[in-house]
């Protein structure tokens, strides 16, 4: 994340190339970039271990996050192009989109708005602010993949966790624009971009989420701090802010805080909305039309790895994405199948 106090025009800010490194890597790059090695391991191995799947679809959102800092060290002239165009359009100005709103109306800029708050979390400022965030968005990302996967079918669940990460952090910059304009006024001046705010959302949503369960730990900063996970969020908050007292970072760092709370109240209804637009656009891609297929219908099941199972009837039971629970007439157990092993009679 970065910002710039009394910034009011995009072209000027963070000309990337003009401040590049000079000629050599600060050394806290190697440690974090080490800390974040094994953040990342450590969360793929409870992944595998713990909660039995691969998280892939976090490693994808993460691709797409991170991989402006990837193509800044590429030294080829399109994809330095290209990076310069995505600072330009994922930094995160409040007054320069207000205005432009005034201007042209709020439908004419709606698109241009949109594009900001997507490009901008995966806009950063600098290589440390990138790796520094790398290995708790993965792990914090991870969860989020393995409660997607309750709602979405093994399928569906990448590019569901995808989608939803990159919703998720469009989302908190919206809020922080919002914010800036009406409550956060301080900010209204200032430039913001990078992953922090999705990852303050992550957060309070996940600690949201585990106290709603009955999950009671400690959080400790420093070694001495000690504080409840439900509002380690805050005190992280609280802390950054007594380090950088910026307006724009404390915006941006509420707004996730806020867009994470909402997500842990209304987390089912997302996760299912999430599963079933990642499996629509699976069926449009496929050029599948969706079936009529739901809990009660009579079905035959047909091209079953299981042999004896094709042909027979049963009633569907379940219906989780593309996989169909189905109660068997002739035994009474239920089998799992895929929508193309269905017929609906």
Request: hydrophobic share 50%; aromatic share 10%.
């Amino acid at each position: 994340m970065v910002h710039v106090p009394g910034f009011s025009g995009r072209s000027a800010y963070r000309p990337r190339h003009q401040q590049r490194r000079a000629g050599f890597v600060d050394p806290w790059v190697f440690y974090f970039a080490h800390q974040a090695y094994k953040s990342v391991n450590a969360a793929w191995a409870q992944c595998v271990h713990a909660y039995g799947f691969e998280p892939y679809g976090t490693a994808f959102a993460l691709t797409i996050i991170f991989a402006e800092r990837v193509m800044d060290w590429v030294p080829v002239r399109e994809l330095i192009a290209l990076v310069e165009r995505a600072n330009e359009t994922g930094t995160l100005c409040p007054s320069v989109l207000a205005r432009h709103v005034t201007r042209y109306g709020i439908g004419a800029s709606a698109s241009m708005i949109a594009k900001t708050c997507f490009a901008a979390t995966c806009v950063h400022a600098t290589d440390m602010h990138a790796i520094y965030n790398l290995g708790s968005l993965f792990l914090k990302t991870s969860e989020l993949e393995k409660r997607i996967r309750a709602s979405a079918s093994r399928a569906t669940a990448v590019p569901a966790t995808v989608g939803f990460v990159l919703a998720l952090g469009a989302l908190t910059n919206a809020v922080a624009i919002l914010s800036a304009c009406t409550i956060m006024t301080d900010a209204y001046h200032s430039c913001v971009s990078g992953s922090t705010g999705l990852l303050f959302a992550l957060k309070t949503y996940r600690a949201r989420v585990d106290y709603r369960d009955g999950v009671r730990s400690r959080v400790s900063f420093f070694g001495f701090i000690d504080v409840s996970a439900h509002y380690a969020a805050l005190v992280e908050i609280a802390i950054l802010y007594m380090l950088d007292h910026s307006p724009a970072s404390m915006n941006l760092y509420l707004s996730g805080c806020f867009v994470g709370l909402v997500l842990a109240h209304f987390e089912r209804p997302a996760m299912n909305f999430a599963a079933a637009l990642a499996s629509g656009v699976a069926r449009l891609a496929s050029g599948v039309a969706p079936s009529s297929i739901r809990v009660g219908s009579r079905v035959v099941l047909r091209d079953m790895r299981q042999g004896s199972l094709n042909g027979q009837w049963g009633v569907v039971v379940s219906v989780r994405g593309d996989e169909i629970g189905v109660n068997l007439d002739v035994d009474a157990r239920t089998v799992t199948a895929l929508r193309a092993n269905v017929i609906v009679v």
